[in-house]
Protein backbone atom coordinates (compact mmCIF):
# COMPACT_ATOMS: atom_id res chain seq x y z
CA UNK A 1 0.00 0.00 0.00
CA UNK A 2 1.23 3.18 -0.71
CA UNK A 3 1.59 5.90 2.19
CA UNK A 4 1.88 9.27 2.71
CA UNK A 5 2.49 10.39 5.99
CA UNK A 6 2.23 13.91 7.85
CA UNK A 7 4.56 15.02 10.69
CA UNK A 8 1.23 16.02 12.94
CA UNK A 9 -2.69 15.51 12.63
CA UNK A 10 -2.86 18.66 14.89
CA UNK A 11 -0.73 21.76 15.28
CA UNK A 12 -0.99 25.19 16.99
CA UNK A 13 0.75 27.67 16.26
CA UNK A 14 1.13 31.44 17.41
CA UNK A 15 1.29 34.30 14.56
CA UNK A 16 4.92 34.98 13.55
CA UNK A 17 5.80 31.55 14.12
CA UNK A 18 8.24 29.99 11.31
CA UNK A 19 5.94 26.71 10.58
CA UNK A 20 7.18 23.37 9.19
CA UNK A 21 5.11 21.07 7.86
CA UNK A 22 6.46 17.51 6.73
CA UNK A 23 5.24 15.17 4.19
CA UNK A 24 6.88 11.77 3.14
CA UNK A 25 5.62 8.66 0.56
CA UNK A 26 7.14 5.44 0.86
CA UNK A 27 6.36 4.59 -3.35
CA UNK A 28 9.19 6.33 -4.65
CA UNK A 29 7.03 8.87 -6.38
CA UNK A 30 7.98 11.64 -8.69
CA UNK A 31 5.37 14.59 -8.08
CA UNK A 32 4.60 15.82 -4.86
CA UNK A 33 1.86 18.15 -3.76
CA UNK A 34 0.62 20.59 -0.78
CA UNK A 35 -2.99 21.52 -0.94
CA UNK A 36 -4.81 23.73 1.66
CA UNK A 37 -8.53 22.39 2.26
CA UNK A 38 -10.82 25.03 3.54
CA UNK A 39 -14.92 24.23 3.92
CA UNK A 40 -16.85 26.21 0.54
CA UNK A 41 -13.16 26.63 -1.13
CA UNK A 42 -12.28 22.67 -1.58
CA UNK A 43 -9.03 21.82 -1.97
CA UNK A 44 -6.63 24.47 -3.63
CA UNK A 45 -2.66 23.88 -5.03
CA UNK A 46 -0.05 25.69 -2.63
CA UNK A 47 2.94 23.86 -4.09
CA UNK A 48 4.33 21.51 -6.59
CA UNK A 49 7.33 19.57 -7.07
CA UNK A 50 7.75 16.96 -9.93
CA UNK A 51 11.74 16.33 -8.80
CA UNK A 52 14.10 17.10 -5.96
CA UNK A 53 14.81 20.46 -5.88
CA UNK A 54 11.83 21.55 -8.36
CA UNK A 55 9.18 23.19 -7.54
CA UNK A 56 6.38 24.75 -9.06
CA UNK A 57 4.06 27.89 -7.49
CA UNK A 58 0.17 26.37 -7.14
CA UNK A 59 -2.82 28.62 -7.25
CA UNK A 60 -2.25 30.39 -3.35
CA UNK A 61 1.43 30.26 -2.97
CA UNK A 62 1.61 33.67 -1.13
CA UNK A 63 2.71 33.28 2.77
CA UNK A 64 4.64 29.83 1.77
CA UNK A 65 7.79 28.31 0.44
CA UNK A 66 8.73 24.26 0.07
CA UNK A 67 11.77 22.35 0.09
CA UNK A 68 12.31 19.13 -1.45
CA UNK A 69 16.06 17.75 -0.73
CA UNK A 70 14.79 14.03 -0.80
CA UNK A 71 12.60 12.26 -3.17
CA UNK A 72 10.45 11.25 -0.13
CA UNK A 73 10.37 14.24 1.95
CA UNK A 74 8.48 17.32 0.72
CA UNK A 75 8.53 20.41 3.55
CA UNK A 76 5.61 22.94 3.91
CA UNK A 77 6.95 26.22 5.42
CA UNK A 78 5.37 29.25 6.84
CA UNK A 79 7.95 31.97 6.77
CA UNK A 80 5.51 33.91 9.24
CA UNK A 81 2.88 32.03 10.54
CA UNK A 82 -0.72 34.65 10.05
CA UNK A 83 -4.10 33.66 11.10
CA UNK A 84 -5.33 33.64 7.92
CA UNK A 85 -3.01 30.36 7.20
CA UNK A 86 -5.26 28.68 10.01
CA UNK A 87 -6.65 25.35 7.97
CA UNK A 88 -6.34 21.86 6.66
CA UNK A 89 -3.23 20.99 4.57
CA UNK A 90 -3.24 17.73 2.77
CA UNK A 91 0.15 16.10 1.11
CA UNK A 92 -0.03 14.06 -1.50
CA UNK A 93 1.96 12.09 -4.02
CA UNK A 94 1.79 10.51 -7.76
CA UNK A 95 3.61 8.57 -10.06
CA UNK A 96 4.89 10.69 -12.84
CA UNK A 97 4.45 7.72 -16.02
CA UNK A 98 2.22 7.86 -19.52
CA UNK A 99 -0.46 7.91 -19.66
CA UNK A 100 -0.90 10.80 -16.63
CA UNK A 101 -4.75 9.51 -16.04
CA UNK A 102 -2.74 6.80 -14.24
CA UNK A 103 -1.03 8.89 -12.37
CA UNK A 104 -3.69 9.21 -9.10
CA UNK A 105 -2.98 11.26 -6.16
CA UNK A 106 -2.37 9.15 -2.93
CA UNK A 107 -3.04 11.77 -0.21
CA UNK A 108 -1.97 12.14 3.54
CA UNK A 109 -4.44 12.20 6.48
CA UNK A 110 -3.83 16.03 7.17
CA UNK A 111 -2.35 18.26 9.94
CA UNK A 112 -4.97 21.08 10.77
CA UNK A 113 -2.83 23.63 11.75
CA UNK A 114 -4.38 26.87 14.40
CA UNK A 115 -2.75 29.58 14.45
CA UNK A 116 -3.54 31.90 17.32
CA UNK B 1 -7.69 28.21 -16.54
CA UNK B 2 -9.36 25.31 -15.69
CA UNK B 3 -12.64 25.67 -13.29
CA UNK B 4 -14.76 22.96 -11.44
CA UNK B 5 -18.10 23.76 -9.98
CA UNK B 6 -19.73 21.50 -7.61
CA UNK B 7 -23.14 23.06 -6.86
CA UNK B 8 -24.68 21.01 -4.10
CA UNK B 9 -23.05 21.45 -1.26
CA UNK B 10 -24.77 18.73 1.24
CA UNK B 11 -26.63 15.83 0.12
CA UNK B 12 -28.41 12.99 2.07
CA UNK B 13 -30.03 10.12 0.95
CA UNK B 14 -31.58 6.84 2.23
CA UNK B 15 -29.74 3.84 2.69
CA UNK B 16 -29.90 1.46 -0.52
CA UNK B 17 -31.20 4.52 -2.96
CA UNK B 18 -28.97 5.88 -5.53
CA UNK B 19 -27.89 9.42 -5.65
CA UNK B 20 -26.07 11.41 -7.83
CA UNK B 21 -23.64 14.26 -7.72
CA UNK B 22 -23.10 16.78 -10.11
CA UNK B 23 -19.65 18.41 -11.68
CA UNK B 24 -19.31 20.75 -14.30
CA UNK B 25 -16.26 22.25 -15.49
CA UNK B 26 -14.72 25.05 -17.53
CA UNK B 27 -11.70 24.05 -20.10
CA UNK B 28 -10.68 25.26 -23.58
CA UNK B 29 -8.60 21.70 -23.63
CA UNK B 30 -9.41 18.69 -25.74
CA UNK B 31 -7.21 16.52 -23.74
CA UNK B 32 -7.81 16.07 -20.25
CA UNK B 33 -8.81 13.89 -17.47
CA UNK B 34 -11.77 13.84 -14.46
CA UNK B 35 -11.85 12.59 -11.42
CA UNK B 36 -14.04 11.69 -8.17
CA UNK B 37 -12.43 11.58 -4.51
CA UNK B 38 -14.37 10.73 -1.94
CA UNK B 39 -12.86 12.07 1.87
CA UNK B 40 -14.52 10.14 4.21
CA UNK B 41 -14.75 11.53 7.94
CA UNK B 42 -11.62 11.92 9.42
CA UNK B 43 -9.79 9.58 6.86
CA UNK B 44 -7.48 10.15 3.49
CA UNK B 45 -9.21 11.18 0.64
CA UNK B 46 -9.14 8.35 -1.58
CA UNK B 47 -9.70 8.45 -5.44
CA UNK B 48 -13.19 6.68 -6.52
CA UNK B 49 -13.13 6.89 -10.13
CA UNK B 50 -11.25 8.35 -13.66
CA UNK B 51 -12.47 9.52 -16.91
CA UNK B 52 -10.55 10.25 -20.12
CA UNK B 53 -11.69 12.74 -22.23
CA UNK B 54 -11.47 10.78 -25.32
CA UNK B 55 -13.31 7.79 -24.22
CA UNK B 56 -17.32 8.24 -24.74
CA UNK B 57 -17.89 4.78 -22.88
CA UNK B 58 -18.36 6.17 -18.75
CA UNK B 59 -16.69 4.57 -16.43
CA UNK B 60 -17.57 2.32 -14.32
CA UNK B 61 -16.24 0.91 -10.73
CA UNK B 62 -18.39 -1.71 -8.94
CA UNK B 63 -21.67 0.61 -7.05
CA UNK B 64 -20.02 4.34 -8.71
CA UNK B 65 -20.65 5.27 -12.54
CA UNK B 66 -19.97 8.64 -14.16
CA UNK B 67 -22.35 10.47 -16.64
CA UNK B 68 -19.62 12.22 -18.73
CA UNK B 69 -21.26 14.71 -21.12
CA UNK B 70 -18.15 16.32 -22.80
CA UNK B 71 -20.06 19.29 -25.24
CA UNK B 72 -21.95 20.05 -22.12
CA UNK B 73 -19.24 19.71 -20.13
CA UNK B 74 -20.60 17.85 -17.31
CA UNK B 75 -19.68 14.36 -15.28
CA UNK B 76 -21.38 13.44 -13.00
CA UNK B 77 -21.11 10.79 -9.97
CA UNK B 78 -23.83 8.22 -9.87
CA UNK B 79 -23.70 6.26 -6.57
CA UNK B 80 -26.40 3.10 -6.81
CA UNK B 81 -27.07 0.96 -3.32
CA UNK B 82 -25.94 3.39 -1.51
CA UNK B 83 -24.15 2.58 2.02
CA UNK B 84 -23.23 3.99 5.27
CA UNK B 85 -19.77 3.96 4.72
CA UNK B 86 -20.67 6.18 1.41
CA UNK B 87 -21.15 9.08 3.72
CA UNK B 88 -18.10 11.15 2.79
CA UNK B 89 -17.09 14.65 0.96
CA UNK B 90 -16.35 13.91 -2.63
CA UNK B 91 -14.28 16.15 -4.73
CA UNK B 92 -14.69 16.43 -8.13
CA UNK B 93 -11.63 16.98 -9.83
CA UNK B 94 -9.74 18.19 -13.68
CA UNK B 95 -6.66 17.70 -14.78
CA UNK B 96 -4.49 18.50 -18.31
CA UNK B 97 -4.03 15.82 -20.73
CA UNK B 98 -0.85 17.05 -21.33
CA UNK B 99 1.92 14.47 -19.95
CA UNK B 100 4.09 16.34 -16.94
CA UNK B 101 1.18 18.47 -15.52
CA UNK B 102 -0.03 16.46 -13.07
CA UNK B 103 -1.49 19.30 -11.39
CA UNK B 104 -5.62 18.60 -10.31
CA UNK B 105 -8.18 21.43 -10.06
CA UNK B 106 -10.40 20.65 -7.56
CA UNK B 107 -14.05 21.58 -7.03
CA UNK B 108 -15.64 22.74 -3.62
CA UNK B 109 -17.12 19.70 -2.72
CA UNK B 110 -20.46 17.86 -1.97
CA UNK B 111 -21.04 16.40 1.71
CA UNK B 112 -22.77 13.57 1.38
CA UNK B 113 -24.89 11.84 4.24
CA UNK B 114 -26.14 8.33 4.15
CA UNK B 115 -29.10 8.00 6.60
CA UNK B 116 -29.75 4.42 8.15
Known amino acids: DVKVTQSSRYLVKRTGEKVFLECVQD?????MFWYRQDPGLGLRLIYFSYDVKMKEKGDIPEGYSVSREKKERFSLILESASTNQTSMYLCASSPRSYPSSYNEQFFGPGTRLTVL | AQTVTQSQPEMSVQEAETVTLSCTYD???????LFWYKQPPSRQMILVIR??????QNATENRFSVNFQKAAKSFSLKISDSQLGDTAMYFC?????????????FGTGTRLTIIP
Open chain 2, 93 to 105: AFMKGNFGNEKLT
Open chain 2, 27 to 33: TSENNYY
Open chain 2, 51 to 56: QEAYKQ
Open chain 1, 27 to 31: MDHEN
